[in-house]
């Protein structure tokens, strides 16, 4: 039993260390660093397409930083 745990507990925690977060990106907006926080938003995209907090923070960055066409995409 304690072989499966750390087997599973080693397997997994790449996947919660890996890559910027959304989570990153919104203590970046919060402060201020619109670029910083639109370099984790896409950095993030680019390993998952579809999430849909992070197209949305990256609009609002756009948005924040006065390009309204772009944030529109």
């Given at each position: ?10 397997f ?36 998952n ?25």
């Open positions: 039993m304690w072989r499966i745990l750390i087997i599973l507990v080693v997994s925690t790449p996947l919660f260390a890996a890559g910027p977060s959304v989570q990153e990106a919104l203590k970046k907006e919060s402060a201020g660093d619109y670029e910083g926080a639109q370099a984790i938003y896409e950095a993030f995209i680019k390993e397409p579809n999430h849909e907090a992070a197209i949305y923070g990256l609009g609002q960055v756009h948005y924040w930083q006065g390009d309204y066409k772009k944030s529109l995409e």
